[in-house]
């Protein structure tokens, strides 16, 4: 229909923050983080999407995606989606490419909902409009004294009920250390907090199960990634035989994969992250994925891209609050949500689209592309 708003233009932007100190998790460590924007344009109205993903992913974008999207209907986002999907058939899907997509895919809803003048939760149709967070860091680099205040921040100053912390140390080596920091972390938030950890793969089979057992005397209720996300079998193992639940899926990229861990009854709870497994669409789709099994989905990082679609599904079990990426998201953009007492409620403002900003002075400095 001619009359319908087209898609007249992408741009990628590339933004590089420094960590405010050096992290690690059980299998990798940094200590710099890379945001990759994309703004798509119709009209006088503009959207804006993004992924943490390597540099890369924009120029996925400009190669693969920009003439896939330009001229498309800027209302039919599943649509767009499908096609950059398909356009990325020899260049891979899992991945950079995935990423490239979800950004675009963001971007796309977001435009779409400000061509609409409504809140993303609106457009999508929402649920709930409480969106649950946990506070998410605890890295494996911070000493007690930074692992305390980062806890208690969330719990005291912030309200956040749950909170996690990383460990399997270095590829699980430090097992005695883990520990420490788990009853370190229990005794800072006290009994009533939910204390969920992410061992990021970092231990073997049989070394996850002896450390589950420990975890379930701390009162740990969530155990993420105990080893590889890769090894469904193990995980399915685990779960069978731990209190706690067992939780992956954050390296999901397409939909066959969440649907591969679910049928290998895997986890307890689907993480999936809307920044990867190719937007807002997908992530839509994983959702209803676990539903169908009776299963709750969580958000995985990068919150402000997750808050609205996160508002629109039933099976909703809460938002990761990552340290590192509320962080980022506070540097550079307008319009971010508050956590104070432990739930986010995206689109209360009435502010269309996922209600971000980017403001170019605060961001300027952090842009390497
Ligand atoms: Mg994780």
């Not at 605890?138 to 007690?144: L, N, P, R, V």
């Not at 073997?204 to 420990?214: D, K």
Request: contains cysteine.
């Amino acid at each position: 229909m001619s009359d319908q708003p087209t898609v007249d233009a992408l741009a990628t932007a590339v933004y590089t923050v420094p960590t405010d100190a050096p992290e690690a998790d059980g299998t990798l460590a940094w200590d710099k983080t890379t945001l990759v924007l994309v703004t798509v344009r119709s009209g006088t109205t503009t959207g804006l999407g993004y992924t943490y993903a390597p540099a890369a992913t924009a120029h996925v974008v400009r190669e693969l995606l920009t003439g896939t999207v330009t001229g498309l209907t800027a209302l039919d986002v599943p649509g767009a989606n499908e096609r950059m999907c398909r356009a990325v058939r020899n260049a891979g899907l899992p991945g950079v490419a995935a990423q490239a997509i979800a950004a675009v895919d963001i971007a796309l809803w977001d435009l779409k909902a400000r061509l609409l003048g409504l809140p993303l939760a609106a457009l999508l149709g929402a649920v709930r409009d409480d969106v649950p967070v946990y506070g998410s860091g605890g890295f494996t680099t911070y000493d007690a004294a930074r692992q305390d205040r980062q806890l208690r921040g969330w719990t005291e100053d912030e309200g956040i009920p749950r909170v996690k912390i990383k460990i399997g140390e270095s590829w699980g080596s430090r097992e005695s250390r883990d520990l420490e920091r788990v009853t370190r972390a229990r005794a800072s938030v006290g009994d009533t907090t939910e204390l969920y950890v992410d061992a990021n793969g970092g231990y073997t089979g049989g070394q996850a199960l002896r450390i589950g057992a420990a975890l379930t005397d701390h009162g740990v209720t969530w155990y993420e990634e105990p080893v590889s996300s890769d090894h469904l079998t193990l995980l399915a193992d685990l779960r069978g035989r731990l209190p706690m639940d067992v939780t992956a899926g954050e390296y999901g990229y397409t939909l066959p994969y969440f649907e591969h861990m679910l049928a290998a009854h895997a986890v307890d709870c689907l993480q999936a992250d809307v920044t990867r497994c190719a937007g807002i669409t997908v992530w839509l789709r994983a959702a209803a994925l676990a539903h169908a099994r009776g299963l709750d989905i969580s958000g995985h990082c990068a919150p402000h891209a997750h808050a609205h679609v996160a508002a629109a599904v039933p099976n909703l079990r809460h938002l990761e609050w990552f340290h590192d990426h509320v962080r980022i998201e506070r540097l550079l953009f307008d319009g971010v949500l508050d956590p104070g007492g432990g739930s986010v409620t995206p689109g209360a403002d009435g502010a269309p689209g996922l209600g971000l900003t980017l403001v170019e002075e605060w961001a300027e400095r952090y842009r390497t592309e």
